[in-house]
């Protein structure tokens, strides 16, 4: 009976275990990347400018468990129209910090307001959000109107709250819940991954460093955190306010985005019907790398000519 006690013990200790036990961040590995990196209010963040050193600026949010270098080839678009694109990593990916606490919208929009006033952004933005990432740019965007020139969101997150018992169970229950997602997260993100790799992608091996992810100490117990708090948000609200606040909206969708379907496009033509929006033609939830061209081209006639 002990050794089936001790045998249970260590099962339910190892995720933790291994977690604990894997590398963090620290400032030489930040080092060893492209970029910068600025000490705010919740921890250090990784950024990186690309692009013109004057021009209207366009800041981008990245999605779930994807960094910042999710946008390499788009803000190279942006940059040949002349924008000075803003890319940078949320607390518990890429090269930034892995804080604790609830990664809701308030612990987003505090990262990206921190890092607008270190980089001195004193002009309005367009600002761009991919899936998660849109979460979090569409309650910024709410909580500041005034510093947005307009909203573009990539495979949009926040129509509906992610779906499934385990899902809901993983998300509604502490402890039990954080030993589910430990033990189970890791083969379901690599999964993801390879099922994808026969796919174009505009940023060079994407892949293989969207997996690597999963060395990092942090990395998953924010995607937890994530899970449970800005992917729980209700953005109705947020998205119905933007016509009265003047900000334009733009909505583009995969055709054939598994994670995302194009159902949540009617969710958004219910709450904001002044929004435009796109679908492109055979893309999953990857098309901002992997369709890449395609959305700079459904975004030409709106960005390619945007004044200074």
């Not at 309650?139 to 573009?152: E, K, M, N, W």
């Not at 174009?200 to 690597?212: F, H, K, M, N």
């Not at 194009?262 to 901002?288: C, F, K």
Request: net charge negative.
């Amino acid at each position: 009976m002990i050794w089936l006690l001790v045998l249970l013990a260590i099962v339910a200790a190892a995720p933790f275990v291994i977690e604990v036990l894997r590398p963090k961040v620290t400032d030489e590995t930040r080092a060893q990347g492209e970029g910068q990196s600025a000490t705010l209010s919740q921890g250090v963040t990784h950024y990186e400018w690309i692009g013109p050193l004057r021009g209207p600026v366009a800041v981008c949010v990245h999605g779930l468990t994807t960094p910042s270098f999710v946008w390499t080839g788009l803000a190279h678009g942006l940059a040949a129209w002349g924008y000075r694109v803003l890319i940078y990593d949320l607390y518990g990916r890429g090269l930034s910090d892995r804080p604790g606490g609830r990664q809701n919208r308030a612990f987003f929009i505090t990262q990206l307001n921190d890092l607008l006033d270190h980089e001195e952004v004193k002009t309005d933005i367009t600002l761009f959000g991919y899936s998660m990432g849109s979460a979090v740019a569409t309650a910024y965007a709410a909580a500041h109107p005034d510093r947005i020139r307009r909203l573009i969101l990539l495979a949009p997150a926040g129509m509906q709250r992610p779906q499934g018992i385990l899902v809901r169970f993983i998300r509604e229950v502490p402890l039990v819940g954080d030993w589910l997602f430990l033990t189970l997260f890791s083969n379901q993100h690599r999964r993801a991954v390879d099922a994808e790799r026969d796919l174009p992608a505009s940023v060079p091996d994407i892949y293989d460093r969207t997996a690597a992810e999963l060395k990092w100490r942090g990395f998953a117990p924010a995607v937890l955190s994530s899970l449970r708090g800005m992917l729980s948000e209700d953005l109705e609200a947020d998205h119905r306010g933007f016509r009265a606040q003047d900000v334009p909206v733009v909505a583009i969708w995969g055709e054939a985005d598994a994670l995302i379907p194009l159902s949540a496009m009617g969710r958004l033509t219910e709450w904001s019907r002044h929004a435009r929006q796109e679908v492109i033609p055979d893309a999953g939830h990857g098309l901002l790398y992997t369709h890449t061209d395609e959305i700079l081209a459904a975004l030409r006639s709106t960005l390619a000519d945007d004044p200074d």
